[in-house]
């Protein structure tokens, strides 16, 4: 079997082309250069798409060239004039396409196929130094194979939505994620943060077969902006008002009552929250044995700090243990108790106050949470996720590009929308 032979069969080319010539160049570092022509039975069958009518071989057009997967060590290119047919009865110009070609110009199947393995793996950077190809055209396959993948996404089965923003890069820029909750995958990302996101989406849902009208939730945090595109563009949908944030919430106000309450115990010479940061961030059962003791000490003082630690412990026993029927008066009772310790403490305890305030501001979608057991658990795993990416994107020129990767990465996009299988 002659070398020809083997690579026609190698590459499936058929009957309709032929290895014409196999050329292994010493003095390029290596490369093997494999030229490709057409035989006379891919024009047997040809019809116009038209007309339908018969169609013969005009000309050939000028050399075209692919990267191929290396032979070895050595990278590997196909050469073919692709054949140009015109119709018989309308005249019709048509240019014939090789099985081996991509969806990218100048990449084989396979050898996309190869980079965008690699790609879901490691930074473009690295695959751009092992393929031996410029990151930028890299970028423009995965930009053209996920944009084909994403168009072709359902999403009329959606009915959960979780949204949150993502950091793009440092300084005020971010992305904003939609995730599917149930199947657990991101279906749409958009620059920014603003209200106008959620009309963005909602247009985008009816570009894949769904629409606003079909979505019973939304989980995010308890963003103004957020709010209000949910309320001007999904105006049926439940609004949920995830965990996680409300509880950084309310731990951002213990940490300033801390703040406050240790100014004012260092200008009297008492240092005793110095270095107690973590100790009222933490929950008591993430605590050493020593900072435990500690903590059971600074309970037993009249310290403010320790009183609106407390708080925090007691609301996370009622999203814990409070029955649904009871949650929404627990957490009005719990909001009351800040109010009275406002008036015993005063200034020191006010960002409780302010917490207690947005906890009332936004009770319908923080009571949904205790009904719907919705939450952003996904999307929190998802800025590892994010971060990730980021790493992966290492080198990317816009904004465009990360959400790219986080489609690629975290979109569920079918990976046989390659057709790995030639077309013959």
Known sequence: MTPEVLFHELLGLGENWKVEKIEFLKDSKGEVHIVVESQPELFE?????????????YDHAPERTWRHLNIFEHVCYLHCKLPRCKCNKCGKMRRIEGPWQGKTKGFTLMFEAMCLTLLREMPVNAVARITGEHDTRLWRLLNSYVERSYEQKDFS??????????SAKKGPEYVSVFADMKAKEVIFATPGKSSDVFNEFSEELSKHGANAKQIREISVDMSPAYTKGIRDNFSNTQIVYDRFHVFANISKAVDEVRQREHRKLIKQGDKTLKNTMWLFRKNPENLSADQSVLLDDLTQTNLMTAKAHQMRLTLQDIYNYAPAVLFKRKILAWCKWIDLCVREYGYIFEPMKKAAKTLRKYLDGIVAYKNNRTNNAFMEGLNSVFSAVKRKARGFRNTQNLITMLYFVSGNLPLDDLELTHRK
């Open 157 to 166: 089965e959606v009915e959960v939505i979780g949204c949150d923003e993502l």
């Open 45 to 57: 069958n040809l019809r116009c798409e038209e007309c339908s009518a018969v169609m013969s071989l």
